[in-house]
Nanobody, 119 residues
Framework: QVQLVESGGGLVQAGGSLRLSCAAS????????MAWYRQAPGKQRELVAE???????NYADSLKGRFTISRDNAKTTVYLQMNNMKPEDTAVYYC?????????????WGQGTQVTVSS
């Protein structure tokens, strides 16, 4: 069983910063990518940023320069540094892992953490 535990969400004023963390646990043989997605009320879930096993990062075009994804040396914890935040960044942020476990290759999601940016 793979678990993804997110933390770091909360309320921040526009222009402020937050750092989200996501720790993966369980029997994970390999990780292809870890990523952050977000879903605002009434909108579809969208990719925010991802990092591959090789360390390549990919961002939503609209977020480049403000958000940074990184991970720890063990590659099982991923972070999302969010700077110069805007009210439109308000959403539930979800951690995602694509990898291989005992059950084969699969995609796993965290429970989500609320981020609210006030104007």
């Amino acid at each position: 069983q793979v678990q993804l535990v997110e933390s770091g969400g909360g309320l921040v004023q526009a222009g402020g910063s937050l750092r989200l963390s996501c720790a993966a646990s369980g029997i994970i043989f390999s990780i292809n990518t870890m990523a952050w997605y977000r879903q605002a009320p009434g909108k579809q879930r969208e990719l925010v940023a991802e990092i591959t096993s090789g360390g390549t990062t990919n961002y939503a075009d609209s977020l480049k320069g403000r958000f940074t994804i990184s991970r720890d040396n063990a590659k099982t914890t991923v972070y999302l540094q969010m700077n110069n935040m805007k009210p439109e960044d308000t959403a539930v942020y979800y951690c995602n892992l694509d990898g291989r476990t005992r059950g084969g290759r699969g995609t796993y999601w965290g429970q989500g953490t609320q981020v609210t940016v006030s104007s």
